[in-house]
């Protein structure tokens, strides 16, 4: 099993080089997202997790130097576990250093790509709720493992290990990332044939999963900066953010 913070530290390693020479041009952080943009003009997202506003007022301390940053110092955050804040800005930046062949720009409904039959069982780790009745509709059995209470009913323990042991088709959020839960997910579970990491966070480079169980990804592309990170500065969430994105599916 990899160790937590597997994934984010090969991403560091993976995106680093990337990241020389490379400065902030603006940084916004909502009540949502994080949103990066760089001098090169691409810009990248990430969530925020909900137990943030929970943190002390000291928790960005460089607020207000952000602006005209070296990129290379900030994608060191990515290796900063104890602040999923700082996990937050690093993995946005990082999503905006990601330079994708241009045949992966696809914009297809993320559960065409997984063939779900009727009888399938389908753990989904965090609540996608566009595609609750998309993969319901295939006939396939739905078992959703959620953190907040108020989103859905929440499974025990052992119904959550049970779901993962036993599904075929695994949906994780890549906020497992940003909360350290991803590498843990993983362990649990057993042989499904797919295993999809998903959400706008979802950094989009197959080489930091090579040799695990992970072999799709499902993120998402800024196509415009400006009203992107607009609407996270007044708050706003992937409802709102959707129609600035191309969300794009890729295999490992």
Do not use: W
């Amino acid at each position: 099993m990899p160790e937590t913070g597997f994934f984010l530290n090969r991403l560091y390693a993976q995106m680093e080089p990337s990241a020389k020479n490379r400065r902030v041009v603006d940084l916004r952080l909502g009540l949502s997202y994080v949103g990066v943009k760089l001098d090169s003009g691409t810009t990248g997202i990430a969530a925020v997790l909900p137990d943030i506003s929970h943190r002390g007022c000291t928790d960005l301390k460089e607020a207000g130097t952000y602006t005209g940053a070296e990129a290379q110092h900030l994608i060191k955050y990515l290796l900063e576990s104890k602040s999923s804040l700082r996990l937050s800005i690093g993995l946005a930046l990082a999503n905006a250093l990601v330079k994708l062949p241009v045949d992966t720009h696809e914009d297809r409904e993320a559960t065409t790509y997984f063939n779900l039959k009727p009888g399938e069982k389908v753990a989904m780790v965090g609540l996608f709720a566009p595609l609750v009745e998309r993969i319901r509709a295939t006939g396939a059995n739905l078992t959703i493992i959620e953190k907040n209470p108020a989103r859905i009913d929440l499974l025990s323990d052992e119904e959550k290990k049970q779901a993962l042991k036993e599904c075929d088709v695994a949906i994780i959020t890549a906020t497992t990332l940003l909360n350290n839960t991803c590498e843990e997910t993983l362990a649990m579970l057993g042989r499904p044939r797919i295993v999809a990491l998903m959400g706008p966070s979802t950094p989009l480079v197959p080489e930091i999963f090579s040799g695990t169980q992970v072999n799709h990804l499902g993120g998402a592309i800024v196509t415009n900066a400006q009203r992107v990170l607009q609407i996270i500065s007044e708050g706003g969430g992937t409802p709102a953010l959707r129609p600035y994105l191309r969300f794009v599916n890729m295999k490992c």
